[in-house]
């Protein structure tokens, strides 16, 4: 199966964003994916802030989206944009980064008034960024993901059959390309 990186662009530790990836993450590796995870709030903000190319943190990252052959992009929504965060993190990678790739983008947020965010902030992102296929992405209300004491994540029904719908979609467009790419040889 395929490789995938899920970044979350949330600055959370505690990030519905980044437990909903998580959640998603899961369902990708019992499909048979490879699945790493990346929070971008764990690489040094003087790095991201400062535009250090060279920091190894950015050159790791870099060097993830490169082995990937899908990548999960979460964001929360603040103002009807992505993160700054997530922003700062794909300023640093190359031009082209996702080329060759599918994308999957999502995002939480508060309120319904930001669900075209994936389509008018984020997308237009990705797609300069080269990537191959963008699947139809996903907004999720903050209030429909929970959790529980022992840290077990819950969406909210109708929430959590569009997730599983759109992920599985993403998981389908992933073994297309793998089978793709094994044929071409």
Known sequence: MATVLSVSGSPSA???????????????????????????????????????????????????????????????????????????LLDLLPQYALAG??????????????????????????????AAHIVPGWFTLDKDITTDADGRVTVAPASAAALAEVTDRFSTALRGRTARLAAAG
């Open 14 to 88: 505690t990030s519905r964003t980044g437990r909903l990836l998580r959640h998603l993450d899961r369902r990708l590796a019992a499909q048979g994916h490879e699945v790493i995870a990346l929070d971008v709030r764990t690489l040094p903000a003087q790095a991201l802030l400062g535009a250090d190319f060279a920091h190894p943190a950015v050159v790791e990252a870099a060097a993830l989206f490169e082995r990937a052959e899908g990548v999960v992009i979460g964001t929360p929504i603040y103002k009807a944009a992505y993160s700054g965060l997530l922003k700062s």
């Open 101 to 130: 790739k599918t994308v999957l983008p999502l995002a939480t947020g508060g309120s319904t008034a930001h669900v075209l965010a994936i389509d008018y902030a984020l997308r237009p992102v990705l797609t300069s960024m080269g």
